[in-house]
């Protein structure tokens, strides 16, 4: 099978060599063809007495002999071994030999190879490059001078010499400038010819459309692309007007007029946006450059046609964006200004009202930092769409960020706004949600301002709103309320106190007031709880609970939070230094401080400065705060356990705890929440739950301190509970350093081992 396939691929080959040889045989034969027809030519002069016959002979003696010669080589094959098969350098040798040998006899043969020559030069102009005909001059000029030499030591004929002599100086002075000039020509035509095949790419290859119309509109020229864009046959479009790539309702005529009118000057371009009509009638929005160009001599308008279908979508999609929060889809702040600012134009026009309600979830805060925001997410969007439902579509539902949302209610002509919308709003959002097996239940705070009574421009308006909101807060949640003017004060004066709180820090209007806990079957004091207390110079002592929240919602937290830690921390040292017995010291740590990324590296830094031992730092965590994300709660609490503080939780038993999670951190105190302290005395809920905790505390080797303690009846059940220890009015409430320092440690403190 393989040496059939090779025998046929050989006779294949020797095939096509044979094919070969035949054509080289063609060629030559039409080369002795031509050397027949110059014999003719010669005998034609020498008939008409203008060559001799014995040249005449001689050269066709020698070409014929070299003829034949080279005709039986072809026949035998022996020109196969030769470098070029065809043998057009030996032919050319001949040629030339047979040529001179006649030009040598014969000045008229030297004459008319002159000429031609010369002709032949003038047409290789468009062929060979400036080297090749000009070492084609030197030489011929140069062979032609020898010829002359030989011939004058010969003794030729004076007249011929000087005859021959004046040719070859004129052929000399016009040969060079022949090849020179011809080169020229060469080179431009190279040029020309590469040029073209270098637009034609781009124009083959363009994305773009591109349309050469004349002043009537009519298409001259087009690219390829058109059928790519337009589905168009770009052959079919030459003539057609350029019209037809629109639909029949968009009409640019005079804008493409304009357009060309504007253009003055080279380089001058003209952009505008349109829409064009592929072949099937379906549109693609286009961007559209003019410019003119002079061509056929006539003046034509260059059109750039590029599909801007994917820009166009891209733009889209980036106003939506910017128009849009990306959790519920509701417009967001930037939108919702857009779409009141057009309620309130409308409802001027009409003499009529618009409300702005600002909403605000009461404890979603806790449930996003509890549950985590997966939940809140499913939560806020659920809430989205109920807001929507209630709406009519000339309303407005804006998400503004967080759990904050605005509702835009216009009035219409066929009804009045009243309260009753926003009762069934409250009830609707109150529904429960159910989220991965929790049934929530959220209200809404909602705060509402009307126009124009309540304000005329966008920004009075929500910010009116947004006051109304708080008082609506303040009033107990799940309430609305209408804005009032003196409403203002109220909000005035919380950003006052933002204002004064942002320079407390500096201004060292901070203290710590120290509150002891003391070992239930000892009745030791055991530790204290640092709690923090703003002294403001005009309002006197204000509690963290006036204060805190705000802190925490500007992120002023982080530093009050550290400078608790170091402040609880040097006091310890104070006491140290002075004698007194070290005591573990807790401070409370906010769900921002938690979640800040250098809060193990800060605490740390202040221990060693202020020379503390980490075991008499106790951090005190909400179990919202370690709720919120638990894979990061376990990795902070690791590395807090790991520098060696005592770690517990506060406010035990409010949260969303799962005690499943409770056995993943390594808490060392639980603190039972002070609300199940005080219904200790008259309520057996608050006894099983505050006995269970103890237990659940023992069983997990964890110590117990109850907070709120204030009665003897209720120290009295913790005993029997076996709760560990206990802090609260009852003991004393949180007091001055000296004054702690004065009741709790002199009275000898009992040392608790830092570990
Ligand atoms: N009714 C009653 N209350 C008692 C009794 N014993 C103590 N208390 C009060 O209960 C609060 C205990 O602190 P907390 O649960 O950590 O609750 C603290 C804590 O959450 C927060 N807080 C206080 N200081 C700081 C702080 O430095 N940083 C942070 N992040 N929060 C702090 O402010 C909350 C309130 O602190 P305070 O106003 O100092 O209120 C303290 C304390 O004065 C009692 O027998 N009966």
New binding site residues.
């Given amino acids: 099978m393989a040496s059939h396939s090779g025998k046929s691929e050989t006779s294949a080959e020797d095939e096509r060599a044979g094919e070969r040889q035949q054509l080289r045989l063609r060629r030559f034969s039409m080369a002795a063809l031509s050397a027949v027809v110059t014999f003719l030519m010669l005998v034609t002069l020498y008939l008409n007495g203008m060559m001799d016959g014995r040249t005449i002979l001689a050269g066709a003696s020698a070409m014929g002999i070299g003829l034949v010669g080279f005709f039986i080589a072809f026949k035998r094959g022996w020109n196969l071994k030769a470098k070029d098969p065809s043998l057009t350098g030996p032919m050319m040798m001949l040629s030339a030999a047979v040529v001179f040998l006649i030009m040598f006899d014969s000045a008229t043969a030297r004459a008319i190879m002159g000429a031609y020559l010369c002709v032949i030069m003038l047409f290789g102009v468009f062929r060979y490059p400036t080297r090749v005909l000009m070492n084609t001059a030197i030489i011929f000029l140069g062979v032609y001078a020898c010829m002359l030499a030989v011939l004058w030591l010969r003794g030729a004929q004076a007249a011929d010499m000087a005859m021959d002599i004046g040719r070859l100086i004129v052929m000399a002075c016009v040969l060079p400038l022949v090849a020179w000039v011809g080169g020229h020509i060469n080179n431009l035509r190279n040029t020309l010819h590469d040029r073209k095949v270098f637009f034609q790419t781009i124009w083959d290859t363009c994305k773009e459309v591109v349309v050469v119309m004349d002043a009537d509109g009519i298409i001259r020229y087009t690219n390829p692309a058109m059928k790519a864009v337009f589905d168009r046959d770009p052959a079919a479009m030459i003539g057609m007007h350029a019209s037809s790539l629109q639909p029949a309702h968009v009409d640019v005529t005079h804008r493409l007029q304009h357009a060309v009118r504007t253009l003055e000057g080279p380089g001058a371009k003209a952009c505008f946006e349109t829409e064009g009509v592929r072949a099937d009638g379906t549109r693609l929005p286009l961007e559209i450059t003019l410019s003119r160009a002079y061509l056929d001599s006539a003046d034509m308008v260059v059109v750039f046609l590029s599909d801007i279908t994917k820009r166009k979508m891209a733009e889209d999609q980036i106003k939506h964006l910017a128009q849009h929060d990306p959790l519920t889809g509701l417009p967001n702040r930037m939108m919702m200004h857009e779409r009141l600012a057009h309620a309130l134009a409308l409802a001027t026009r009409q003499e009529s009202a618009v409300w702005v309600l600002f909403l605000d979830f009461d404890r979603f805060k806790l449930i996003n930092d509890s549950l985590g925001h997966k939940v809140g997410d499913i939560v806020l969007t659920t809430l989205a769409a109920r807001m929507v439902e209630v709406c009519r579509e000339t309303d407005t539902v804006a998400r503004l960020g967080g759990d904050e949302f605005v509702m835009v209610l216009s009035e219409t002509r066929g009804g009045k706004l009243s309260e009753s919308i926003i009762e069934r709003l409250m009830d609707k959002l109150a529904k429960p949600i159910h989220v991965n097996g929790h049934e929530l239940q959220l209200t809404a705070s909602i705060g509402i301002s009307v126009f124009p009574e309540d304000g005329t421009t966008v920004d009075s308006l929500v910010e009116h709103a947004d006051v109304a909101m708080y008082r609506a807060k303040q009033n107990g949640r799940n309430n609305f309320c209408f804005y009032t003017a003196s409403m203002n004060d109220a909000a005035i004066a919380r950003l006052e106190l933002e204002s004064d709180l942002r320079s407390a820090l500096q201004r060292g209007e901070f203290r710590?007031?120290y509150?002891p806990q003391v070992d239930v079957a000892s009745g030791e004091t055991v530790g204290a709880?640092?709690?923090?207390?703003w002294q403001h110079p005009t309002k006197g002592l204000i509690?963290?609970?006036a204060f805190?929240p705000l802190a925490e919602e500007t992120g002023l937290?982080v530093p009050?939070?550290a400078w608790?830690i170091r402040a609880a921390c040097e006091q310890q040292r104070k006491w140290m230094s002075a004698g007194l017995s070290p005591m573990r010291i807790s401070?409370?740590?906010?769900p921002r401080?938690f979640a800040e990324d250098d809060l193990v590296e800060t605490i740390q830094s202040i221990l060693i400065e202020t020379r503390i031992e980490p075991g008499y730092l106790e951090l005190?965590l909400t179990e919202g705060m370690l709720m919120s994300d638990v894979d990061l709660a376990e990795k902070r609490l690791a590395e807090l356990k790991q520098l060696g503080v005592h770690l517990s939780i506060?406010?035990f038993g409010t949260g969303y705890s799962s005690l499943a999670y409770l056995k993943r951190f390594p808490i060392d105190v639980l603190?039972i929440d002070?609300s199940f302290v005080?219904d200790l005395s008259n309520e057996d809920n608050s006894k099983a739950i505050v006995m269970a905790i103890i237990t659940l505390a023992k069983a997990m080797k964890l110590h117990v301190v109850a907070?709120?303690?204030?009665l003897l009846e209720q120290e009295e059940y913790l005993r029997n509970a076996c709760c560990d220890r206990i802090?609260?009015?009852?003991v004393s409430?949180?007091l001055p350093a000296p004054e702690f320092e004065e009741n709790f440690l002199e009275k000898g403190a009992l040392q608790v081992e830092a570990a």
């Avoid at 709880?529 to 207390?533: D, G, S």
């Avoid at 401070?587 to 906010?590: H, M, R, Y």
């Avoid at 907070?707 to 204030?710: D, F, H, L, T």
């Fill in positions: 710590l007031h509150q709880e640092a709690l923090l207390r509690p963290p609970a805190i937290i009050i939070g608790v401070v409370n740590l906010s401080q005190e506060d406010d603190k002070r005080k907070e709120g303690v204030e802090q609260g009015y009852l409430a949180p």
